[in-house]
Nanobody
Framework: QVTVVESGGGLAQPGGSLRLSCAASGDIIGPHAMGWSRQVPGKERELVAE??????LNIDALKGRFTISIDNAKNTVYLQMNGLKPEDTAVYYCYYLGARRYWGQGTQVTVSS
């Protein structure tokens, strides 16, 4: 069993930045990946970024504005979001991917002036 907890969401102005954090705890054994997806009400969940415990970028959908990084010592993944746009407004979900995928509860990101 793995528990995933996100933090760092909130309100940002267009062009601003936010940094999301996600800590995993529990049965974290061997190679794995962690990532972020986002969902707007009424739309399908969209994969944003994923990074392996070896540091390989598996998914990098918003390259150039969003940067994912991982700290294996802390079992924590970060999503640095720069140049935010109103269309980035969504609930951002973190996940841990090992033998199965574990999702966090989500954190709201709102981009508005």
């Amino acid at each position: 069993q793995v528990t995933v907890v996100e933090s760092g969401g909130g309100l940002a102005q267009p062009g601003g930045s936010l940094r999301l954090s996600c800590a995993a705890s529990g049965d974290i054994i061997g190679p794995h990946a962690m990532g972020w997806s986002r969902q707007v009400p009424g739309k399908e969940r969209e994969l944003v970024a994923e990074i392996s415990s070896a540091g390989n970028l598996n998914i990098d959908a918003l390259k150039g504005r969003f940067t994912i990084s991982i700290d294996n010592a802390k079992n924590t993944v970060y999503l640095q979001m720069n140049g935010l746009k109103p269309e980035d407004t969504a609930v951002y979900y973190c996940y841990y991917l090992g033998a199965r995928r574990y999702w966090g509860q989500g954190t709201q990101v709102t981009v508005s002036s």
